[in-house]
């Protein structure tokens, strides 16, 4: 790794706190759209994150030593929660965006924007977490295999069948007509 310069600094320091940032858009995206696809989503991202930490306890592999102190993290490395949890934000969005119907809250450019912003950020948080320290590139990469794969079986349980459970929870709670 090269030594570190202030604009890398800065860059390291979002994407080590992205997590929360990740949550709040979800939150919102959420929120704004009351769609049972996005919270079926919501549901697949902590059950692939739960997944994931089950995992690590079985694994037991250490995280490596981080250099600067007090940074070492307590918990296990093997397989790394967020390089699964944004590996599988990065293919459930745009399988999302271009096989689903849109959501009639959100502009059809969400088809395209959503895509274009979520494969590169989650791209980015993935390999930050060997950049900041916090895990291996095995870590990661065993990480966002899990994600692909979570993210893959998390699609398609919905188009098999779930997403239409999803109608009658919008049509009666979400959006009740009265």
Same mark, same amino acid.
């Given at each position: 790794?090269?030594?570190?310069?202030?604009?890398?600094?800065?860059?390291?320091?979002?994407?080590?706190? $992205?997590? @929360?940032? !990740?949550?709040?858009?979800? #939150?919102?995206? %959420? &929120?704004?759209?009351?769609?049972?696809?996005?919270?079926?989503?919501?549901?697949?991202?902590?059950?692939?994150?739960?997944?994931?930490?089950?995992?690590?306890?079985?694994?037991?592999?250490?995280?490596?030593?981080?250099?600067?102190?007090?940074?070492?993290?307590?918990?296990?490395?093997?397989?790394?929660?967020?390089?699964?949890?944004? $590996?599988? @934000?990065? !293919?459930?969005?745009?399988? #999302?965006?271009? %096989? &689903?119907?849109?959501?009639?809250?959100?502009?059809?450019?969400?088809?395209?924007?959503?895509?274009?912003?979520?494969?590169?950020?989650?791209?980015?948080?993935?390999?930050?977490?060997?950049?900041?320290?916090?895990?291996?590139?095995?870590?990661?990469?065993?990480?966002?295999?899990?994600?692909?794969?979570?993210?893959?079986?998390?699609?398609?349980?919905?188009?098999?069948?779930?997403?239409?459970?999803?109608?009658? &929870?919008?049509?009666?709670?979400?959006?009740?007509?009265?």
């Amino acid at each position: 790794m090269s030594a570190p310069t202030p604009g890398r600094n800065a860059i390291l320091s979002f994407l080590d706190r $992205t997590s @929360y940032i !990740v949550t709040g858009v979800t #939150a919102l995206s %959420l &929120l704004y759209t009351r769609s049972a696809g996005v919270l079926y989503f919501v549901i697949g991202a902590l059950v692939c994150s739960r997944v994931v930490k089950f995992t690590k306890r079985f694994v037991r592999q250490p995280r490596p030593l981080h250099s600067l102190p007090g940074r070492q993290k307590q918990s296990y490395g093997m397989p790394s929660t967020h390089s699964a949890v944004v $590996t599988y @934000y990065a !293919v459930y969005t745009p399988l #999302a965006a271009y %096989l &689903l119907p849109l959501h009639p809250s959100l502009p059809p450019a969400a088809r395209i924007l959503g895509p274009l912003v979520v494969v590169p950020w989650a791209s980015a948080i993935a390999v930050s977490r060997v950049w900041l320290g916090h895990h291996t590139w095995a870590q990661v990469g065993a990480g966002s295999s899990l994600g692909v794969v979570f993210g893959l079986m998390w699609f398609r349980m919905w188009v098999q069948g779930i997403n239409l459970h999803g109608k009658v &929870l919008e049509e009666t709670y979400l959006f009740p007509r009265h």
